[in-house]
């Protein structure tokens, strides 16, 4: 049942001319009974679309969720059947019918859900049986919604393999090079020709170079994590100042904050250079726009709530967007620029962004990134108390 193909007709809502079949004592299968509200009143709480339905599609319960997608009042939704919500209502159906018969424990497919003046959302339907007979319940995770959780989990596991790498190369790198700079000095004081000294220094300077570098992809390691109080906007301000200070003209940088948002615990110095490193990519992206005068860089801070980030739910989230108009992310890095030694800039380092990533996820967030010409948009998240 999966790969199902977007229908051409328009995505209006169904009027729900069926009803299911009545019980034998006359009550309508679909009817809601008073405890299934206090029963089920904890699925609001979940950003998955949930709907439980009797053994013929007619609804019990939907969540909030389920609401919003629809654009529908539970009160409306109730007693309708479930399966005139999709493209596709024999999927669904057919479905009830295998839960009903105890065919399987959960049964999953792909299908379409109609919206009221929105088009058809792809979602994956998973259905299965409550512990009350003739109750199934049928969630509804919007496909995008899981490509974007796989791509955190992504995200997750390749800054951890990231870490154990740039630690245990980082440290492979240094003893060695500690070795090769002390044999040049050493050689440096038995020579007298001007012109094989420059020859030893140059080795010594690329011994340096390399030295600084591994300092750098050593540093968030190293550092201790001093946790107090955060204000994000005393954060953004900061780097605003920054950014100014070194792109004084061409350049504007737009406030867009949510003033209502509470301190939290964390590095403040940290959170600063994880912010810095992302602006100040942006800023060098836009050089052609401050040439032209027209580039912006908007901080934009909003509230997330019943964010599911990091493989864990958080009642609270800090979202702060770095939105750019510059030309967006090369299509040959964008799924790797949070790789260390990756970068989209001649004579970039790649690591401005690797170090900002570590930092934010020692405060149990993630960043990520959406880019398409004309608007990058990386996006900050941090559980809020």
């Known amino acids: 049942m999966t790969g199902l ?11 729900f001319p069926r009803r299911a079949p009545a019980d034998p004592d006359g009550s309508a299968a679909g009817r809601k009974s008073p405890s299934v509200s206090s029963r089920f009143q904890s699925l609001d709480l979940l950003a998955t679309l949930v709907a439980v339905v009797d053994q013929h599609g007619g609804v019990l ?6 609401e919003d997608a629809l654009g529908m009042s539970r009160r409306s939704i109730t007693g309708a059947l479930l399966q005139d919500c999709f493209t596709e209502p024999p999927l669904l159906e057919n479905a009830l019918q295998g839960a009903s018969g105890n065919q399987f424990a959960a049964l999953r497919y792909d299908a379409w859900l109609k919206r009221l003046n929105h088009e058809a959302l792809p979602v994956h339907v998973v259905v299965a049986q409550t512990d009350n007979p003739g109750e199934v319940i049928v969630e509804l995770l919007p496909l995008e919604q899981q490509a974007r959780q796989e791509r955190e989990e992504r995200l997750i596991d390749q800054a951890q393999a990231n870490k154990e790498l740039i630690r245990n190369l980082a440290h492979e ?12 000095q050493l050689l440096q004081m038995e020579l007298e020709s001007r012109e094989l000294i420059e020859y030893t220094q140059v080795i010594i300077h690329e011994a340096d170079r390399l030295q600084s570098l591994v300092d750098r992809l050593l540093a968030p390691h190293r550092r201790p994590h001093v946790v107090g ?16 200070a070194e792109f004084p003209k061409g350049l504007k940088v737009v406030r867009d904050y949510d003033t209502s948002i509470p301190e939290f615990r964390g590095d403040r110095e940290q959170l600063i250079q994880a912010v810095l490193n992302i602006a100040h990519n942006a800023a060098q992206a836009l050089s052609e726009r401050i040439a032209a005068g027209d580039a912006r860089i908007v901080f934009r801070t909003r509230v997330g709530r019943q964010v599911t980030f990091g493989k864990q739910r958080y009642r609270l989230a800090l979202e702060l967007h770095v939105i750019d108009n510059g030309p967006g992310v090369p299509d040959s890095i964008k799924d790797r620029i949070f790789f260390p030694l990756v970068s989209g800039r001649d004579g970039g380092s790649g690591l401005g962004l690797t170090l900002a990533q570590t930092f934010v996820q020692q405060h149990h967030g993630l960043i990520e990134c959406e880019s398409v010409p004309n608007e990058t948009d990386f996006k900050i998240l941090i559980p809020l108390p």
């Open 61 to 66: 319960y939907a969540n909030a969720a389920l």
């Open 173 to 184: 790198i240094k003893n060695p090079l500690g070795g090769i700079r002390g044999a040049a």
């Open 229 to 244: 109080d955060v204000n994000i906007h005393e954060v953004c301000e900061r780097v605003r100042s920054l950014i100014l």
């Open 5 to 15: 193909k977007k229908p051409n007709f328009p995505s209006l809502l169904p009027t």
